[in-house]
């Protein structure tokens, strides 16, 4: 019974963690394709590989007055980068021409006209730094809901879309007024104004990495875990049981530093040391022996960095050893099962190693490697009490939803 139990919580809440990790891997590859005609994606160059250059640029004859034309963009995407142990997932936004479709006519094909088409360029990247400023205080300040954790609702719908398209807005008016005010570039001293001015702007423009690894996230965090689990029995229960090994797997409910735990095992041992009597029949010496526990514990952060999570807990549950192999039952002789269980306390330390994180709004995901070592007090039905020490290796992941 106690078995099933454990089994069916298992199965309920697996989907809505696999849900929660699905969650924290978000959209990413989107292009806006805002002021730039269809042209091959292989040809577009970032303006993070470098000033422009004539080759960036076909030649191309066009009657006067134009004499050149400059296609550009922004392309939105999802980075990723780590440091230390956090894996970043962060909207980036990429400013590119288009090699392709942009072009100079063969008589000024010099340097002031490239002076022009990269002040042009520059300008385009400042507008692409703001959007992305404006992007990054959207998300810390939405707000979100269970629902988007757990039920995979949309988090932050065409908000980037359209912050992008209201700064390349702005990005071709500015190109437009530079096309008109420095007749495309032949006016130099007008272009000398310009240039000056947007390089200022430039360096101004913010355009820093996230590196505060002091992530708060809010207050709940959901979370499984699974691994290996034993039990060593001591006093006089040990001359009738021998120690278990087996599964153990649990679930996780963090608020703030509060953290509560729902953890069981299912294991075995080695063979029944003393017969048995029980009420009506008799469990042999020398028969398999298996067993396990459900438990319920309480716990309190002590110590958390980046790395390391230290958690005394104490709580109550239900241990119980069972006889796998049909006895004599004159009660019930189909049964297949039977066992014996108790009331159960325990108090004990979790530490865990956070190898893993994954930051990607809405939501943190933390992978550790968590030692749990406790001692448990149970009073068998049939058995003297037992006090026993526990040892468990797991894998932890928790979700957290991440604070504004």
């Known amino acids: 019974m106690k078995r099933k139990t454990l089994l069916f919580l298992f199965a309920i809440i697996l989907p809505f963690m696999a849900k929660a990790q699905d969650n924290s891997l978000q ?17 577009i160059k970032y303006w993070s590989d470098g000033a422009l250059s004539l080759d960036d640029f076909s030649s191309r004859r066009n009657e006067f007055p134009k004499i050149l034309e400059f296609k550009y963009g922004i392309m939105w995407d999802n980075d990723r980068f780590k440091i230390k142990n956090t894996v970043f997932v962060a909207p980036v936004l990429r400013c590119y021409m288009d090699p392709y479709s942009s072009w100079i006519h063969p008589d000024y094909r010099n340097d002031v006209t490239l002076r022009y088409m990269q002040t042009a360029f520059d300008y385009v990247e400042i507008c692409s730094r703001r959007a992305k400023a404006e992007i990054d205080r959207k998300i810390n300040d939405q707000v979100f809901s269970m629902d ?11 908000v980037p879309r359209n912050i992008v398209r209201f700064h390349m807005g702005i990005a071709d008016n500015f190109i437009s007024i530079l096309n008109d005010e420095t007749d495309q570039g032949r006016d130099t001293v007008a272009l000398r104004y310009y240039s000056d001015r947007v390089a200022k702007e430039l360096s101004e423009a913010d355009d820093k990495e996230p590196v505060d690894l002091r992530i708060k996230p809010a207050g709940f965090g959901l979370g499984m875990h699974v691994g290996i689990s034993s039990e060593f029995y001591t006093g006089p229960v040990s001359t009738y049981l021998t120690p278990i090994v087996g599964l153990g797997f649990g679930f996780d409910f963090v608020f703030s530093k509060i953290n509560v735990y729902t953890t069981g095992m299912l294991g075995r ?12 029949y008799m469990w042999y010496a020398g028969k398999k022996q298996t067993g396990g526990n459900l438990e319920l514990s309480l716990g309190y952060t002590a110590h958390e960095s980046l790395w390391w999570k230290l958690v005394p807990f104490a709580g109550i549950g239900v241990g119980f050893t069972d006889y796998p192999e049909n006895p004599s039952n004159p009660v019930n002789p189909d049964k297949k099962t039977d066992e014996i269980s108790g009331f159960r306390f325990q108090a004990g330390l979790n530490v865990d190693y956070k190898f893993y994180r994954l930051l990607s709004p809405p939501s943190l995901g933390e992978f550790s490697l968590r030692s749990r070592l406790f001692v448990a007090h149970t009073d068998f039905k049939y058995l003297p009490a037992a006090w026993t020490l526990n040892f468990s290796l797991y894998i932890d992941f928790t979700n957290w939803l991440l604070k504004k």
Not at 148 to 158: E, K, N, R, S, T
């Open 27 to 43: 959209r990413s590859g989107d292009i806006f394709d805002l002021n730039r005609n269809t042209t091959m994606e292989s040809s």
């Open 148 to 158: 988007v954790l757990l039920i995979g609702q949309p988090y932050f719908a065409d």
């Open 269 to 280: 041992g080695g063979r029944y040391k003393k017969d048995i009597e029980l009420d009506d």
